[in-house]
T-cell receptor, first 109, second 112 residues
Framework: RKEVEQDPGPFNVPEGATVAFNCTYS??????FFWYRQDCRKEPKLLMS???SGNEDGRFTAQLNRASQYISLLIRDSKLSDSATYLC??????????FGAGTRLFVKA | NAGVTQTPKFQVLKTGQSMTLQCAQD?????MSWYRQDPGMGLRLIHY???????DQGEVPNGYNVSRSTTEDFPLRLLSAAPSQTSVYFC???????????FGSGTQLSVL
């Protein structure tokens, strides 16, 4: 089983839609979880951390399900500017980071 | 505050040539790392450093060397470029493990 699996998409949604992505991980020792955003040909930038109790930042909600070993990202009221690739990231201890391949999102007017 | 500065942005090499990708950060971060990003794959860790004078291998270290003589700089050397090293390279730094990564703007490298 791959260390991380992420639906590559693309997800094509209209403005104002709600869209959700999942990312599964295989290492139960994974300690910290993040979502990064990457615009075309740009560097990744942290979108939000993912906490066990779930957390929200404006239109974005992140959740962690340790039992099923996945994290999720929910985007409400999608904007054109949300079009990007979303990367899930896990830390498994020490300095070992695991990146998902990314989910591409296109928000259309 | 410049953050992480990575140069060059683009580079074309011939097979067998060597070169150095430069990375510098001004945030006094102890942790620095190099990744490569290939289509359809996540970023893969090449080498990392937990402080000046300390480096270690990541997931895909073959063909690359690093050194960390100062806290600020972490150059990546390609010893003898191969077409398989055609990729986008990102340098990153963070204050500590498990913390937010700050990335440089990337280097698009093509090896012919």
């Amino acid at each position: 089983r791959k260390e991380v699996e992420q639906d590559p998409g693309p997800f094509n949604v209209p403005e104002g839609a709600t869209v959700a992505f999942n990312c599964t991980y295989s290492n139960s020792a994974s300690q910290s979880f993040f979502w990064y955003r990457q615009d075309c040909r740009k560097e990744p930038k942290l979108l939000m951390s993912v906490y066990s109790s779930g957390n929200e930042d404006g239109r974005f909600t992140a959740q962690l399900n340790r039992a099923s070993q996945y994290i999720s990202l929910l985007i409400r009221d999608s904007k054109l500017s949300d079009s990007a690739t979303y990367l899930c990231v896990f830390y498994t201890g020490g300095f070992k980071t695991i990146f998902g391949a990314g989910t591409r999102l296109f928000v259309k007017a | 505050n410049a953050g992480v500065t990575q140069t060059p942005k683009f580079q074309v090499l011939k097979t067998g040539q060597s070169m150095t990708l430069q990375c510098a950060q001004d945030m006094n971060h102890e942790y620095m790392s190099w990744y490569r990003q290939d289509p359809g794959m996540g970023l893969r860790l090449i080498h990392y450093s937990v402080g000046a004078g300390i480096t270690d291998q990541g997931e895909v270290p073959n063909g690359y060397n690093v050194s960390r003589s100062t806290t600020e700089d972490f150059p990546l050397r390609l010893l003898s470029a191969a077409p398989s090293q055609t990729s986008v390279y990102f340098c990153a730094s963070s204050r500590d493990t498990n913390e937010k990564l700050f990335f440089g703007s990337g280097t698009q490298l093509s090896v012919l």
